[in-house]
């Protein structure tokens, strides 16, 4: 099963808030990643899991996110000090054993 | 600079005729494309992808194409149907490391009935 889930689905916050979103796959995958997408724009990577351990960050992913797996199942991504140029669709995918990545519902983002 | 580019923001089909969607890459060391359909306000769905020692990959309705020497690549669907109305994706695998996707900005087709 490839299934993703995405809590919360949506979130509205104000300028200078921390928040934090959570990604559950269904089942196990080694290989979880973080993708952003702003209007009119595909997703960007912005990090990257094998098991617990962060392999890989873009240089999108400020010093104000941070990203854990700390079990390697479940993984959250927190904002600290959200800025109005953080919001955008937060997208989570795990990596099958092909190629394929299999995408979550996001989480909207929405910074006031 | 932009990787993979899909040039036309939007395409609109009759239902019954061929959609016709195109992906342009820069990268060489790009080795596995995919694309991806999306509704407003889910995630990307995982429709079709092609391995670049391949020029066709066919499922049902969708057939992508590559033309590796071109860096091109296209998704076929015939029939289109107005259920296929969505923003389609363009996506490619550098097949090393974290195997991190590159998009496109996306087309959004649209089916008319």
């Known amino acids: 099963d490839t299934g993703v889930s995405q809590n919360p689905r949506h979130k509205i916050t104000k300028r200078g808030q921390n928040v934090t979103f959570r990604c559950d796959p269904i089942?196990?995958?080694?290989?979880l990643y973080w993708y952003r997408q702003t209007l009119g724009q595909g997703p960007e990577f912005l990090t990257y899991?094998?098991?617990?351990?962060?392999?890989?960050k873009s240089r999108l992913l400020s010093d104000r996110f941070s990203a854990e797996r700390p079990k390697g199942s479940f993984s959250t991504l927190e904002i600290q000090r959200t800025e109005q140029g953080d919001s955008a669709m937060y997208l989570c995918?795990?990596?099958?054993?092909?190629?394929?990545?299999?995408f979550g519902p996001g989480t909207r983002l929405t910074v006031t | 600079d932009q990787q993979v580019k899909q040039n036309s923001p939007s395409l609109s089909v009759q239902e019954g005729r061929i959609s016709i969607l195109n992906c342009d890459y820069t990268?060489?060391?790009?080795?596995?494309f995919l694309w991806y359909k999306k509704y407003p306000a889910e995630g990307p769905t995982f429709l079709i992808s092609?391995?670049?020692?391949?020029d066709k990959n066919e499922d049902g309705r969708f057939t992508v194409f590559l033309n590796k020497s071109a860096k091109h690549l296209s998704l076929h669907i015939v029939p289109s149907q107005p259920g296929d109305s969505a923003v389609y994706f363009c996506?490619?695998?550098?097949?090393?490391?974290?195997?991190?996707?590159?998009f496109g900005k996306g087309t959004k087709l649209s089916v008319i009935p």
């Open positions: 092609i391995s670049s020692i391949k």
């Open positions: 995918a795990i990596r099958a054993n092909s190629y394929e990545q299999y």
């Open positions: 089942s196990e995958h080694n290989r």
């Open positions: 996506a490619a695998d550098s097949g090393a490391g974290s195997y991190q996707l590159t």
């Open positions: 899991f094998q098991n617990e351990a962060q392999l890989e």
């Open positions: 990268n060489s060391m790009f080795d596995y």
